[in-house]
C-alpha cells in the first residue's frame, strides 16, 4: 500500500467514472464487477477492452484488486478512501431523520450520560450500524441552577442544571461545621451568582466578593463551591464512552477471524489504547473524518470503516476544542452517502447543547 492516497486529479475523468461504478456496485452487492458489466452500465460509452484497460491501471495504483484470477475487480480499501474522499456525492436527511436525531439528543431533564447514550443509540437505529460515543466528565458549561441536598452531616448531593436543561449529580464531601441551615444558605447565595456562569466563573466572582464582604456566607458558599471543583478535578481523567448494538456489526461479519479481530478492535477502542490517537485526527477540522481498512495507523482492520464526527465546544471566549467524539463502526460496505450526514447532524446537535 503507498504511503498516502492518491490525489483525485490525478485520476482522469474515465478513471473515476469507472471507480465509481466499481465501488457502487461493490457497496451494493459486495461481489466482483467485469468489465463487460460496467461497459453496459456506462449504455457502451467504454468498449470492454478500454474498461479493462482503465481498471488495470486503476489496480497499478492499488484503488482496485482482483479477489480471484480472471474474475472482476473490486475496491481496495485504499479505494473506497478515495472514493469518499474525492468521488462520492453526499446525500441528506429527511426532515423526519432531523426531527428523530433532534429529539434524541435534547438535553432537558437528563444527565450527560443519558444524552449520550439516547444519541447513539438513535444513530445506531438509523444508520443500522454499531455506534460509539466519548465525551470527557468534566465538560464546564454555563449554568442555570445549583443545588445542594443534605445525605448526612459530611456529605452532600450536588446537582447542577446548565442553561440547557443538562442535569449533572455529583456526592461532595463536605467541609467541617455545616449545618443543614447553613447549608440552604449558602445554597441561595451561590444560586443568585449562578445563571449563565461555569462552577469556575462563580468561585471567582465568589472570591472576589470575599475580599470586599468576608462575611460568614462568603466564606460558606466558597467552600461549597471549592467542594464540588475538587470533585471535578478528581474525576478529570474519567469519561464517558459507550459502543451500542455491537450485534449489528457482529451479525455481517462471516469469518470467526474477522470476528476476533473486531472484538480487539472495539476492546482497544473502549480501554483507549486507540482512541486518543483518533481523537487527535478529529482535531484537524469541524468534519466527518471516515476511516477505512488499513489506511491509517489509528485503525488498521481490513473490511472495516469508521466514521466519525468530533463533538467540539466554542464560545466567544473559548476557542473551539475537542471534548469527543460521536461515530459508527462497520463493514467497509457501508452507504457513506446516507451514513456520513447522519453523523455529521448528530455531533452538530450534541456541539449546539455541549458548548
Known sequence: MNS????????GDRARIILSEIVDSYLNTGTPVSSKVISES????????TVRLIMSNLEERGLLYSPHTSSGRIPTDKGLKFFVDGILEIGDLTSEERDSIQAKCSVAGKTIM???????????????????????NNIDRPLKHIEFVSMDDHRALVI?????????????????????????????????????????EVKNTIKEELTLK??????????????????????????????????????KMEQKEDIKRLDTLLNEIQDKKNFINILQYTLKGMGVHVFIGSNTKVFNLAGCSMIIAPLKRSGKSIKPNTLGAIGVIGPSRLNYARIIPMVDFTAKVLNKFLS
Not at 116 to 134: I, R, Y
Open 4 to 11: 498516502k492516497l492518491e490525489n483525485i486529479n490525478d485520476v
Open 42 to 49: 456506462l449504455n457502451s460509452m467504454l468498449s470492454p477492452s
Open 114 to 136: 443519558e444524552v449520550l447514550d439516547h444519541s447513539s443509540k438513535e444513530l445506531s437505529g438509523l444508520s443500522n450500524c454499531t455506534s460509539l460515543v466519548f465525551a470527557p
Open 160 to 200: 447542577t442544571i446548565d442553561v440547557n436543561g443538562l442535569v449533572e449529580n455529583r456526592l461532595v464531601e463536605l467541609p467541617g461545621g455545616f449545618t443543614s441551615s447553613a447549608l440552604i444558605e449558602a445554597s441561595n447565595y451561590i444560586n443568585s451568582k449562578t445563571y449563565g456562569k461555569t462552577l469556575f
Open 214 to 251: 468576608n462575611t460568614e456566607v462568603e466564606k460558606l458558599s466558597e467552600q461549597l463551591v471549592s467542594a464540588g471543583i475538587a470533585v471535578k478535578s478528581v474525576d478529570k481523567g474519567d469519561s464517558h464512552f459507550l459502543i451500542n448494538r455491537r450485534d449489528l456489526f457482529y451479525g
